[in-house]
């Protein structure tokens, strides 16, 4: 028989201005299986908690209910209380009779009524409460990092630095992302490889940092503390060990014509190749697409030429398994393609800005590369077309974003300021041309933001046009922009020698495809979600796995930094402890009713549902039934409403407690 | 304002809700101090996705006059998307109940934030002045009292007990 | 009357079977054919478990092959020999749930040799089996049946039933009940219910019903009265249609085996027109891994919430 | 006693024995099926077919209450239901395969343990029983030694005869007592002949053979072939007229509930399932084999009688054709 204690709060007058606390406490005191019952001023208050520890002592109480207000307030103080006097907590219920009861009627005895049959309800639900224990889940201080631009790089490094291993997987043969595409930074115009690359030497060298470059997630299983992932670490051909970055492979290497994507396609580079000139690794790849050697099986020029022997055909990938305790998804954004409308993009083409069939289209990361002193001009702005330098200039915002009609209604959050650093760029090296800006509207919160912006108009001698251009064609060797003035409700034509359009940040391709395997959610864009928009903004609602940087939403470098670095610093949380403790109302299985139709599992928000195995003594395979794992499951209960046979069960949550209270009313 | 007059018959409500939202916006309807009819029991539950529609059975058994089952509004679930499976159940689970002849006057659903204090106390006025119209519950009492002929037996403390009721 | 139906073509395919299950079971293809075979009674027939070659000419079809052998593959049934491939012998309304149980992981195709039945229909009842088939004594199922001839089966005798157009009688119920104020429903249904003894034959030859331990069965806590007992066994009937919902396709086993002639199908009907309208949602045509309470669309229906 | 009564008397008999404040059941429609039931008066009486569950509900409730029990604070009250309270009773229009079990019946309640829930009925029931003039071949009364004219069980019996009406037959003081409190109704046999009884056509049992060879087969693989299409519902036990399992459970909250006794089957599996998880009849071939067991070899061996009145509707509405008649026929002959 239990010997339940129920202790009734008067929270000052809050409750026993409406309830008769008294008569509640007398009344719940003749109930079955009710030992101990009184009531208190503040139940809460230090000598209320110790009346509830005494009574538990002298009244070996077996369960306690608080009568109280909301579980939401104090659950967790009166079940610690119950904890230090030696019961689990989770014999300690609470039933609220002030929010629900004593704060919401006037008629005290309606009111008192109510507050015995809440409490009257509680009781019988407590007789069914069973003894939970704290769930522990051992942790792997090892994190992974997905994504090496400047987000995961940062990520990686904070990490790092205090002392956890680090796995940092990064798709491209070299880390940088796009901030090592960047010529210069808003709003302090400094040299944006000058700042990172000694970032990605930071990687490179760091004793904690494990680093596979040209590879990519395959597999992740797990749960918070405990994920196994494989990465696919593609074949470089190239073997990392013994080369030793020289570069005469590249120089030798007989096919020079491939368009190289780092700079946007503008220049050239070879089939053997490291992206760019600091690289991290400084290790060629050979692009299998492009080589000879792989098309033909003749060529072999770069295995000839190198000295250490590196260059590898025969290379396969190669699958590795990582045990991390955290994982860090960092993969950053890709710009909408101003070409072709890509198949399945959630957004209309732009044909009227040409599909980018007019050489001189271009996007802004290819103005960029064209401004960066490293790129394929040596920092000149001259034409794709037929090399000259622009003398009138059209930058067009918004291309893709808050186009509502075109599919996508975000802002990309970063295009006014990167226009307004391109119009600076443009006027430091084009003295004697002029640059136009077509806006919707200037969005330039943040520091000295607003500050640049005004001097990109006001001494840079950009000419923003408030509105937006209907169409451009070629014309001669120039590009007709035909636009409206809204401001002034003109017309606009302007003959420009070069366009700029300041496309839309997308999350990178195959963003959806990475959450899958990760069991993360993500929006219609495929941003990633994060748990709490406000107060959980960089972790995931899948435990042990955080966001940072632009695969959450467009973001510019100083908001990814802060970002990353608050990944690094929940993570480093979660590796504060050798062992993670979770409530324990979780789901299990009551293995002998479970027939596996696994309706738990297609249900599961969590991905909490294995597959386990039941054999006989001699191994043989009687059945398989379903397996919640304690440190995935959310808690949720979808599964046991959904289980036919009621195979599985929430702790805390049990059939049994809530028919008790049902059948208490 | 509810006013507290006396009527001639007080339903007994039963509400399902979820912790992270509807329990939420009750308890700030208490914070408001929002005055609303005391004929409501509230049973928490994590999230809608656990309120299996048993219990909404077993509720009507055991003499509830009006049920109501409330959670997170669709996008806002705790546990992703607990209330969307809840939807479909509920959707379905309705239909019966209807067919086997429930009122469905007597089953309310309905989307609660923790920040719909107000909400919270219109849903639970209006379905208790709504049952209150309807009258009890009679079907599932009636039924469970009943018997089949060959164990009826008609002896004057059967027959108390169902005046009683 | 005549509106009997032709069921000549039974014959020929009683032959096919059995030359089918020969073969399969001599070249050991299967470890078992479940078939129907001849029983005593003129016209009867009933389930049979046969392993061996030489017993395939006792498997028959004829209109009184009512049951859906289905229920025999399920993990409920400890007593067919599992660990093999098993030829089962399936009528349209059959395959349609077994066609589930594969999306259910009850079942795996590999594992299964369907022998499928070209079908007229089948009766009603099989109380009197030596009745003659006919627009009056065929079950309510086959009055409405889209599947006469089975697809995706390893082998169907080639054989084309002819059959007799007829008024579908479920979908005329649910209009006659929905009609109904809620008050003459819950009479209709209280009257039905209340002749119910809990005899669980409804769930026992159902083959979804494939749970070790039924909820109904469970005392702790007694989530449904188990005394047949007006009130038990309404709950127990309204939980059992809720927990078929989406995954009934009809094959009308538990109306038909019901000794108080509870109209059971009615219920498993409603919901399974419900659920089209809802979720456009059809039982038993294709193997899915998810009903369509097992899985969401933001976007779905809740007028019904406030 | 011999008498004669007319149809029309028969049913002004029942009207008065209603009005007289007794309950009367007999075979009517229910929702569409026929079943036993309180009549409210005559018109509603279905005689020409058997009803779907047997009479035995009438001595041996579907489900009934035993006891009842209320908590209050701490205080546990407990009721016993009285007996006494059971409603006197004439039974009407059963048939001689549904009367016959009745007598079986009290065999095995009055045994080591007296069952008043059962006896009491039983001694406030009149049975007015029907001889049959229609058999199917799921029939076989005779082959288990009764016949569709067999007045055991009755305390009143009918025959129809030509032209209408029934000659009866007293067999008990009950028997006479009701044909003697209504003796206006009744007039005296005119010698009219009987109408002809029906012929059920299944051959007679050798029940000494049966039991014999059960008595030495508690294994045998012919349970398998037998059973193995058994899907476990209770519809056969249920529908018997002799099959008298019960269940007891506890129903209700922990404030108030029942203790009630209902129907059970040795077809579940949970019949004999123990606590622990283990079951001795872990599979239907074991559970059938119970079933014939009991009614050729354990209910002999303890009351020396079968228990089985061959009614058939266990083999008409077996939902997987299981025919009993033909098994225990291929066991008198092994």
Not at chain 1, 173 to 193: N, R, V, Y
Not at chain 3, 281 to 294: H, N, Q, T
């Amino acid at each position: 028989m239990s010997r339940i204690g129920v202790f009734i709060c008067h929270c000052g007058e809050n409750i026993s201005r409406t309830v008769d606390v008294e008569r509640v406490a007398a009344q719940v005191g003749t109930l079955p299986g009710v030992a101990f019952s009184t009531d208190y001023k503040y139940m809460c208050s230090d000598p209320g908690q110790g009346l509830l520890k005494k009574a538990i002592q002298e009244q070996r109480l077996s369960h306690v209910v608080v009568a109280a207000c909301s579980p939401r307030m104090h659950e967790k103080t009166f079940r610690k209380a119950v904890e230090s006097a030696g019961l689990n907590p989770f014999l300690c219920e609470m039933a609220n009779i002030r929010e629900h009861c004593s704060w919401v009627h006037e008629d005290r005895e309606e009111a008192t009524q109510k507050a015995i049959e809440i409490v009257g309800m509680m009781v019988e639900r407590v007789k069914k409460n069973r003894v939970l224990p704290t769930i522990t889940v051992p942790v792997t201080k090892r994190s992974l990092v997905i994504g090496g631009g400047i987000a995961g790089i940062q990520a990686a490094l904070d990490i790092a630095d205090c002392g956890h291993e680090v796995v940092l997987v990064e798709r491209e043969p070299s880390i940088g992302g796009h901030m090592a595409q960047l010529s210069e930074t808003f709003p302090t115009l400094d040299c944006s490889q000058c700042i990172m690359t000694p970032k990605m030497v930071d990687v490179a060298n760091h004793p904690k940092i494990k680093l596979y470059t040209y590879a990519e997630i395959e597999h992740v299983e797990g749960y918070i503390g405990n994920f196994q992932v494989t990465v696919r670490k593609k074949a470089r051909s190239v073997d990392e060990d013994k080369c030793t970055g020289c570069g005469v492979c590249m120089t030798k290497c007989p096919q020079k014509k491939i368009p190289n994507t780092f700079d946007r396609n503008l220049g050239m580079r070879p089939a053997i190749y490291v992206p760019f000139p600091q690289a991290v690794p400084n290790t060629p790849v050979i692009d299998r697409e492009n080589c000879t050697k792989f098309k033909t099986g003749k060529c072999g020029v770069c295995q000839k030429v190198c000295g250490p022997g590196a260059v590898d055909y025969e290379q396969e990938d190669q699958l590795i398994v990582e045990p991390v305790g955290a994982i860090v998804v960092a993969t950053g954004f890709d710009l909408y393609s101003i070409e072709e409308k890509p198949k399945g993009s959630p957004i209309k083409g732009y044909g009227e800005f040409g599909h980018g069939k007019i050489p001189d289209v271009i996007d802004g990361m290819t103005f960029e590369r064209l401004a960066s002193a490293s790129g394929p001009t040596g920092g000149k702005i001259l034409r794709p077309s037929d090399g000259r330098e622009p003398k009138q200039i059209v930058f067009i915002q918004c291309v893709g974003s808050r186009a509502r009609e075109k599919g996508i209604s975000y802002c990309s959050k970063i295009c006014c300021m990167y226009t307004a650093k391109h119009t600076m760029l443009y006027h430091h090296k084009v003295h004697d041309g002029q640059a136009y800006v077509f806006f919707m509207d200037a969005r330039t919160p943040g520091k000295s933001y607003d500050e640049f912006w005004r001097r990109s108009i006001e001494e840079e001698e950009a000419v923003y046009i408030r509105g937006m251009v209907s169409r451009l064609y070629q014309k001669g060797d120039k590009i007709v922009v035909m636009g409206s003035d809204i401001a002034v409700g003109v017309q606009v034509e302007i003959e420009a020698d070069m366009v700029v359009l300041a496309t839309a940040v997308q999350p990178q391709k195959g963003a959806d495809t990475l959450a899958q395997k990760l069991g993360i959610s993500y929006d219609k864009y495929h941003f990633y979600s994060e748990a709490h928009a406000k107060l959980r903004p960089v972790e995931c609602a899948t435990a042990g796995i955080y966001l940072a940087g632009a695969c959450q939403g467009p973001k510019d470098i100083p908001d990814t930094v802060s970002q990353a670095s608050a990944a690094a610093a929940k993570v480093m949380t979660l590796f504060a402890k050798d062992k993670l403790e979770r409530e324990p109302i979780v789901a299990k299985v009551r293995e002998a009713g479970c027939v596996g139709c696994f309706y738990c599992r297609k249900v599961c928000p969590y991905g909490a549902v294995e597959e386990k195995e039941i054999r006989d003594r001699q191994g043989n395979l009687i059945k398989v039934v379903a397996y919640v794992n304690p440190g995935v499951c959310g808690g949720c209960g979808t599964c046991q409403a959904t289980c036919p046979s009621k195979s599985v069960e929430l702790d805390g949550y049990t059939d049994e407690q809530i028919v008790a209270m049902i059948e208490s009313l | 304002m509810h006013h507290t007059e006396k009527h001639n018959f007080e339903p007994k409500i039963i509400a399902f809700v979820c912790t992270w939202c509807t329990y939420a916006g009750a308890d700030l309807a208490g914070t408001s101090r929002m005055q609303y009819p005391a004929n409501v029991r509230v049973l928490k539950f994590p999230c809608t996705g656990r309120i299996d529609p048993v219990f909404i059975l077993k509720a009507f058994q055991q003499g509830a006059d009006g049920v109501l089952v409330s959670g997170c509004h669709p996008g806002d679930c705790h546990y992703i998307a607990g209330n969307f499976h809840a939807r479909r159940r509920f959707a379905a689970f309705r239909k019966l109940l209807e067919f086997v002849g429930v009122d469905l006057g007597r089953l309310q659903f309905s989307w609660v934030s923790a920040a719909e204090g107000g909400k919270w106390v219109e849903m639970v006025t209006d379905l208790t002045e709504r049952v209150r119209g309807m009258g009890p519950m009679q079907e599932f009492r009636e039924l469970a009292l009943e018997e089949q002929w060959s164990g009826a037996i008609d002896t004057p403390e059967l027959r108390e007990a169902y005046n009683s009721i | 009357m005549t509106n009997s139906i032709d069921t000549s073509i039974y014959t020929a395919i009683t032959e096919a079977i059995q030359d089918e299950a020969r073969r399969i079971l001599s070249e050991r293809s299967v470890i078992a054919v479940v078939g129907y075979t001849a029983a005593r009674r003129k016209g009867s027939a009933q389930p049979v478990v046969i392993t061996q070659a030489d017993d395939a000419g006792k498997l028959i079809f004829s209109a009184a092959c009512v049951n859906n052998l289905a229920v025999y593959l399920t993990k409920a049934k400890k007593e067919i020999p599992k660990g093999g491939k098993i030829g089962i012998v399936v009528k349209g309304c059959d395959l349609k749930a077994l066609v589930g149980l594969l999306g259910e992981s009850q079942l795996k195709r590999e594992e299964l040799y369907l022998i499928g039945v070209p079908c007229a229909g089948v009766l009603a009842s099989t109380a009197q089996p030596a009745r003659e088939l006919t627009g009056d004594t065929i079950a309510p199922k086959c009055r409405e049946c889209d599947n006469h001839l089975p697809q995706g089966c390893d082998f169907v005798p080639d054989q084309r039933p002819v059959t007799l157009e007829l008024a579908g009688k479920y979908s005329a119920e649910i209009a006659r009940l929905e009609a109904m104020t809620p008050a003459e429903r819950w009479a209709y249904w209280k009257e039905q219910f209340k002749k119910c003894i809990k005899c669980y034959a409804c769930r026992q030859v159902c083959p979804f019903c494939f749970c070790e331990q039924c909820l109904c069965d469970r005392n702790k806590p007694q989530m449904v009265e188990t005394t047949p007992r007006p009130a038990g066994n309404t709950a127990w009937h309204i939980v059992r249609a809720m927990h078929l919902a989406g995954r009934c396709a009809g094959c009308a086993e538990c109306e038909r085996v019901c000794p108080m002639d509870i109209p059971l199908n009615l219920l498993n009907r409603k919901m399974a027109k419900e659920l089209k309208e809802l979720y456009d949602y059809e039982a038993g045509f294709e193997v899915r891994e998810k009903g369509p309470l097992a899985m969401y669309d933001e976007k779905d229906d809740q007028s019904f919430i406030k | 006693m011999h008498k004669y009564i007319s149809e029309n008397n028969l049913k002004a008999l029942l009207d008065h024995l209603i009005a007289d404040g007794k309950r009367v059941i007999a075979p009517r429609m229910d929702a569409g099926t026929p079943l036993y039931g309180p009549l409210a008066d005559s018109a509603g009486i279905v005689l020409d077919q058997l009803p779907r569950r047997s009479a035995k509900e009438t001595f041996f409730p579907v489900c009934e209450d035993i006891m009842s029990y209320d908590k209050e604070g701490q205080q546990v009250t407990l009721r016993d239901v009285s007996p006494a309270n059971f409603p006197e009773t004439i039974l009407v229009g059963v048939r001689p395969c549904d009367a016959a079990a009745i007598p079986v019946l009290d065999a095995v309640f009055s045994w080591d343990y007296k069952d008043e829930f059962f006896l009491e009925r039983r001694r406030k029931t009149t049975i007015v029983g029907l001889a049959c003039t229609q058999a199917d071949d799921a029939c076989f009364c005779t082959a288990v030694g009764l016949s569709p004219a067999d007045p055991k069980g009755s305390d009143l019996f009918l025959t129809p005869v030509e032209g209408g009406g029934y000659a009866c037959e007293t067999f008990t003081d009950k028997g006479e007592a009701l044909v003697n409190n209504h003796g206006e109704l009744f007039a005296e046999p005119n010698g009219t002949p009987a109408l002809p009884l029906a012929e059920p056509q299944t051959e007679k049992f050798d029940l000494k053979k049966v039991k014999a060879w059960l008595d030495d087969h508690f294994e045998d693989p012919a349970w398998d072939s037998i059973a193995v299409r058994c899907v476990g519902c209770g519809a056969c036990a249920f529908l018997c007229p002799a099959c008298h399992c019960f269940d007891i459970v506890d129903e209700g909250t922990e404030k108030a509930g029942k203790r009630r006794k209902s129907w059970d089957a040795c077809g579940f599996w949970k019949f004999t399932h123990h606590a622990s998880g283990h079951n001795p009849r872990d599979l239907q071939p074991k559970r059938y084999r119970n079933r014939i067991m009991h009614k050729f070899k354990y209910y002999d061996d303890k009351f020396g009688q079968t228990l089985c009145t061959g009614c058939g509707r266990c083999i008409r509405f077996c939902p997987v054709g299981i025919d009993i008649a033909a098994i225990v026929n291929e066991i008198s002959k092994k």
